[in-house]
Every structure is written in structure tokens, then in C-alpha cells.
């Protein structure tokens, strides 16, 4: 049996690659590869989606965060509270931004933000800013429920959506909630360029105008630097031109991936669960089933030839370069959650063939 991927990139619809090499040769023959037509039209479509708010595209997800927390014009060392399940990469930011991270628990069932603990910590926190929700997974978490409180207690809301574009709640897209909202366009993203990107969007039109000057060196003009802490991060007319003939197909290829973890989800025993929604509100960006047994059932799927990834194996408090931020912390979902999931393979491409095989080997664990 050959080895199923968790994500396989090199598989292509042939008439999908003959409409994004052609769109390719275009941008070379036009002879201009950063900041053209095909960015500033990839910015009004995703704004469109987002009910209209103002979009920058940017180099990365990563960047993505930093410039949200900028263009939001904080006061400088305020408090930002985030997760720690989710990959560090709204830490760093919050760090690299001269912010100081505030770590919240998440839900043992589908590790998305615990709503009470945070309405503790902005109870017990004055100096909160804002609050950085991370879809995770492809799940969306209860963004309602953090704007409400976030709105009660008046903090901002940016949301994390690197992994949950075209996840909606209420009608409403992931990132169309907060005050600010970031995406990843890197490859295995289920909006993916060739190369790595991202974006920003935000509500007030005042800060978006300095998150556009952030995203360029602080530029209000060419070689003018008017605002402090620019730095370069664009999204490059190639990858925009990529972004812009994949995100007519967003929908189907969502739908897919959550077809796969359904099925999935029906294959296995009421001790195991898989963090999805059967409806909009989940875009199946990872199959992640929580298991009381992890080791013995990654054994099995090994045997299987079944591959797996764990997303992701170290909590934000647990990093080495970050323990002397956090150092009484306690995250017992998280910590619970960290040991116990496990990320199965899902992709549009694959085969029925290769679904089927997990859904058997999940059946027996």
C-alpha cells in the first residue's frame, strides 16, 4: 500500500493548472510582478467577501498578525490575549510588536477559545487591549460571543483566520466580526498561493490606511516614512493572480474537506472525536481527532500506512524562548488537548480509495 499523505500538493486538476499557468504567463508578459492590477483586485475580492472591509495584501500570515496589531494604534505595552494551541504564531506577533501576550484556555471538546476563562482574564486584566481569536482548525470559534464580551469590557477583536477562510456563522465570513482580521495564503491553506502570502482587514478606514503604510516600510508617500515600525511585506502579483482564480472554487473545496472528516468522524468510537461542525462554521482545514490513546493509535495508522501530523505538539508556554512570560500559567484544556490530538490526512484531491482506508483503520482503534 502506498503511504496517504496528510497533504499531497503535487496533485493537480489538469484543467485547473492550464488556467493558472496561463494566468502566470500573464503577469510575466505584463512586466509587472508587485503591487499591480492582479493585488489590488485579489483586495477587493476578499473585501467583498468580508462585507466590505478594507483589505491589504501582505507577504505572509505571519506579517499578517504584526500589521493587525499595528494599524490597530494600541497603547504601547498593552496586555493582547490569544491561545497557546495554536502554532505560537499570534504570540510572536504580540512579542515583535513591543505587546505583552496574555495566554487563555481553550475548549477540552473543540480547542477553540474558552469563553469563561476569557471573561476572567478581562475582569482580572485592565490592561487588555485586545483579544486575538483563532479559528482553529477550520473551526470557527464563538465570535459572537468574544465580541460581545470583548465589546462590554471595550478591547478590540482580530481575528485569526489562517485557517478558516470562507468559514461563516450567522451569513457572516471568519474575519468579518473583529476590528481586524488576518489570513495565510501559504500553499496547504485551503486558499493556498505557490509561494507564501497573506493578508489584513480591518473595519475602521483610518487604520487600514496605516497598516498600508506598515506593510511598506512606513511610507505615506514614495520614500516618505511617516509612520514608525514599517517594514516590507507584500504580496506579489503572481500569487495574487493565483489567489484570485482559486477563491472561485473556495466553496466546493471546502465542502470537500468537510465531507472527508464527516466521514471520518462516523468511523469512529464514541472515546474519539474529531474537532469539526457539520455545517458552514467548518471548513475542515485539518482533520484533528482527539484520542485518550494518541501513541497506540498513530502506531496503528503507521501500520496502515496512514500518515499523521500533530498540530501542534508544543503549547505557547511551553516554548523554550517564551517560559519566562509565562511563568504561572495554567491552561489545563490546552496542556489535556496538546497530549491527545492528532491530525489524519484531508485534502480535496484525495481519493476515495485512500478515504476509505483511514475510515476503516479509525474504525477498529
Not at 28 to 42: D, E, I, P, T
Not at 149 to 167: R, Y
Request: net charge negative.
Amino acid at each position: 500500500m502506498a503511504l496517504i499523505p496528510v497533504n499531497d500538493l503535487s496533485r493537480w486538476n489538469p484543467d485547473d493548472l492550464a488556467i493558472i499557468n496561463q494566468r502566470i504567463a500573464e503577469v510575466v508578459a505584463s512586466g509587472h510582478f508587485m503591487l499591480g492590477k492582479q493585488n489590488h483586485a485579489f483586495e477587493l475580492e476578499l473585501s467583498d467577501r468580508l462585507g466590505g472591509m478594507g483589505v491589504v495584501s501582505v507577504g505572509n500570515g505571519t506579517d499578517a498578525l504584526s500589521i493587525a496589531i499595528l494599524g490597530l494604534e494600541l497603547e504601547p505595552g498593552s496586555a493582547i490575549i490569544t491561545v497557546a494551541n495554536a502554532g505560537g504564531y499570534a504570540t510572536g506577533a504580540i512579542l515583535r510588536t513591543g505587546h505583552v501576550p496574555v495566554l487563555v484556555d481553550t475548549n477540552l471538546f473543540d480547542a477553540q477559545i474558552d469563553i469563561q476563562h476569557l471573561k476572567i482574564l478581562l475582569q482580572t486584566t485592565p490592561s487588555v487591549s485586545t483579544v486575538v481569536v483563532t479559528h482553529l482548525y477550520g473551526l470557527m470559534a464563538d465570535i459572537r460571543a468574544v465580541c460581545e464580551l470583548a465589546a462590554a469590557f471595550g478591547v478590540k477583536v482580530i481575528e485569526d483566520c489562517a485557517q478558516s477562510i470562507g468559514a461563516s456563522q450567522d451569513g457572516r465570513w471568519s474575519g468579518a466580526w473583529g476590528d481586524a482580521s488576518t489570513f495565510s495564503f501559504y500553499p496547504t491553506k485551503n486558499l493556498g498561493a505557490l509561494g507564501d502570502g497573506g493578508a489584513v482587514a480591518f473595519r475602521n478606514e483610518s487604520n487600514l490606511a496605516i497598516a498600508r503604510q506598515c506593510a511598506q516600510y512606513g511610507w505615506s508617500e514614495r520614500y516618505v516614512i511617516s509612520t514608525e515600525g514599517g517594514f516590507n511585506t507584500r504580496l506579489d502579483e503572481i500569487q495574487a493572480a493565483v489567489l484570485l482564480h482559486r477563491i472561485t472554487s473556495l466553496a466546493d473545496q471546502n465542502l470537500r474537506r468537510r465531507q472527508i472528516v464527516r466521514r471520518y468522524s462516523e468511523a469512529l468510537s464514541n472515546t474519539r472525536h474529531m474537532v469539526w461542525a457539520d455545517n458552514d462554521s467548518y471548513v475542515g482545514h485539518l482533520a484533528v481527532m482527539v484520542s485518550p490513546q494518541r501513541t497506540q493509535d498513530i502506531e496503528v495508522l503507521i501500520r496502515n500506512e496512514i500518515g499523521t501530523g500533530i498540530h501542534y505538539p508544543v503549547l505557547d508556554n511551553q516554548q523554550p524562548a517564551w517560559k519566562k512570560y509565562f511563568q504561572d500559567v495554567s491552561l489545563p484544556s490546552s496542556t489535556q488537548l496538546v497530549e491527545s490530538i492528532v491530525t489524519l490526512p484531508c485534502f480535496p484531491s484525495m481519493t476515495e480509495e485512500e478515504i476509505q482506508r483511514v475510515c476503516v483503520a479509525l474504525a477498529v482503534l
